[in-house]
């Protein structure tokens, strides 16, 4: 089977209080780039997400975008600092000793004093966080991959049709080429006999001319390797993996060769066929760049 680098996955896990969303789409890249967007407290876990990912993909920009929801009691708890508060009060006495003043020191109102009740959170429980976010990630590039794969499906198709119209391109050439000479040869024959009327024609002379003519426009190497390239295509298609890279070498091949002809063609029919040639052969590279 092949992939497409066009995908997208989606997976929620909900467990011991913990909720989990994880999204991910991804685009044709040409290497493995992954963009990460999620909550500060799980940057911890971004080592290791990353290496889960790569268990599932080879090349592409992905986007990954998690949710966390913490369902427990708040993760934050109050802590009474008492001997902050007591020197407090202590010197609040001493102020009203001194001063005179009447010493309505209320609970109430020592509680708003700095440092007499904090903020603290609690220890992060990093490993049952993990297990659930974990079960989010797989689920969520289970998926992804599955789309990667219905879409690497339509693109295998996609392929095949247009090798075959390639390869019937390639067949009309190579068919058409053998005609070509002896219609040069005709052509040649008649000309000269309008020239030189009577005179009898030196086949020797022209046999020299045909055959360098022929050498200028035989095609008949291009066509092998253009066959070569075609089924070598066919069969890493169907072999499936992870592909792109090889197939786009092998489209770059096929192009130079499809350029040879064209520029040695010397007939209309031909050249109309390796300009067809190379328009398939661009659509193809086309789609190889969707395929990881």
Not at 41 to 61: H, S
Not at 78 to 104: C, R, S, W
Request: with cysteine.
């Amino acid at each position: 089977m092949i992939k497409s680098m066009t995908g997208f996955g989606r997976c929620e896990v909900s467990e011991n209080n913990r909720k989990f969303t994880v999204e991910m789409k991804s685009v044709n890249h040409r290497y493995l780039d992954v963009n990460i967007k999620m909550p500060k407290k799980l940057n911890f876990f971004e080592a290791a997400i990353r290496g889960l990912l790569k268990d599932y993909i080879q090349r592409g920009k992905v986007d990954i975008f998690i949710s966390y929801e913490d369902l427990t009691e708040n993760n934050v708890c109050v802590k009474y600092n008492q001997d902050i508060a007591g020197e407090y009060l202590k010197y609040l006495k001493q102020m009203a000793e001194h001063f005179q003043l009447d010493d309505d020191i209320r609970v109430s109102t020592l509680s708003r004093y700095p440092e007499v009740f904090t903020m603290e959170e609690q220890a992060i429980d990093e490993e049952g966080i993990w297990k659930t976010l974990e079960k989010a990630l797989k689920g969520a590039c289970e998926g992804f991959v599955e789309s990667r794969i219905r879409e690497g499906e339509h693109l295998k198709n996609d392929l095949v049709q247009k090798l075959d119209m390639m390869l019937s391109h390639v067949d009309f050439i190579h068919e058409r080429s053998p005609r070509i000479i002896a219609e040069y040869k005709q052509k040649l024959q008649e000309k000269i006999r309008d020239l030189l009327e009577d005179t009898k024609v030196d086949e020797n002379r022209l046999l020299m001319e045909v055959t360098i003519f022929a050498d200028k426009v035989c095609v008949d190497e291009e066509i092998v390797r253009l066959r070569s390239h075609v089924e070598t295509t066919k069969a890493t298609l169907l072999a499936g993996g992870s592909m792109g890279r090889k197939l786009d070498f092998i489209a770059q091949e096929m192009n130079r060769e499809a350029n040879t002809i064209l520029s040695k063609a010397s007939d209309l029919e031909i050249s109309n066929r390796a300009i067809e040639l190379k328009t398939e052969i661009e659509k193809v590279r086309e789609q190889i760049q969707n395929i990881e």
